[in-house]
């Protein structure tokens, strides 16, 4: 079974532009989630999706927001990019039994 | 919301000896703590979890312990290996909204464990 893909794997952008990130789950995993890790900061949960619904929400701004589609696979987007968003933003797809399995990540850096 | 307190947040041992890492958790609801392993470059990887119904899980040198009433959790390793080394991250979902079974989860901020050959 393949893992949980994420593309790209490296970005980079400058001040002012958007991005769009996009993960593809384990096959059969309807959930999805996205997180932004930092050295500061750990792993900060942005939200989750559901069958194409956003089910859980984390405490970001409204310029991240991410989508599902109806084959599970999730994007995710961020709009007038600040360099604080540089990260790894890292997506899990989630089996039954509740366990998240991680992607290897895009790192993002905002110039 | 939950909120998950981790300590040590940097953890130093010889080759052998034992490493203790504890998570303390705020949500009484929370029903689920999984640890992930995540080495210098890789993903997050599962290393044990344990539920809510559940005191203690073993898992060859990895053990887990939950203690509900006063809301912490902790890692056990035991005979660290220089292959240990990594971050380690605990975690504590409570159920979900509408009926599902987890909700989001909430990680702690990592403990940077390092075995000394």
């Known amino acids: 079974k393949a893992g949980v893909t994420q593309t790209p794997r490296y970005l980079i952008k400058t001040r002012g532009q958007q991005v769009t990130l996009s993960c593809s789950p384990i096959?059969?995993?309807?959930?999805v989630s996205w997180y932004q890790q930092t050295p500061g900061q750990g792993l900060q949960f942005l939200f989750e999706?559901?069958?194409?619904?956003?089910?859980n929400k984390g405490n970001f701004p409204g310029r991240f927001s991410g989508r599902q589609f109806s084959n599970s696979r999730s994007e995710m987007n961020v709009s007038t990019l600040e360099l604080g968003d540089s990260a790894l933003y890292l997506c899990a797809s989630r089996g039954i039994g509740g366990t998240l399995f991680f992607g290897s990540g895009t790192q993002l850096s905002v110039l | 919301g939950e909120n998950v307190e981790q300590h040590p947040s940097t953890l130093s041992v010889q080759e052998g000896d034992s490493a203790v890492i504890k998570c303390t958790y705020s949500?009484?609801?929370?029903?689920?703590f999984p640890w992930y392993k995540q080495e210098l470059g890789k993903r997050p990887q599962l290393i044990i979890d344990?539920?809510?119904?559940?005191g203690e899980k073993k898992d060859q040198r990895i053990a887990v312990t939950l203690n509900k009433t006063a809301k912490h959790f902790s890692l056990h390793i035991t005979e660290t290996q220089p292959e240990d080394s990594a971050v380690y991250f605990c975690?504590?979902?409570?159920?979900?909204?509408?009926?599902?079974?987890?909700?989001?989860?909430?990680f702690g901020q990592g403990t940077i464990l390092t075995v000394h050959p």
């Open positions: 096959s059969g995993h309807r959930s």
């Open positions: 975690a504590a979902s409570s159920p979900g909204a509408g009926g599902t079974s987890y909700g989001k989860l909430t």
């Open positions: 344990i539920r809510s119904n559940v």
């Open positions: 999706y559901f069958s194409e619904t956003q089910r």
């Open positions: 949500d009484s609801a929370s029903n689920y």
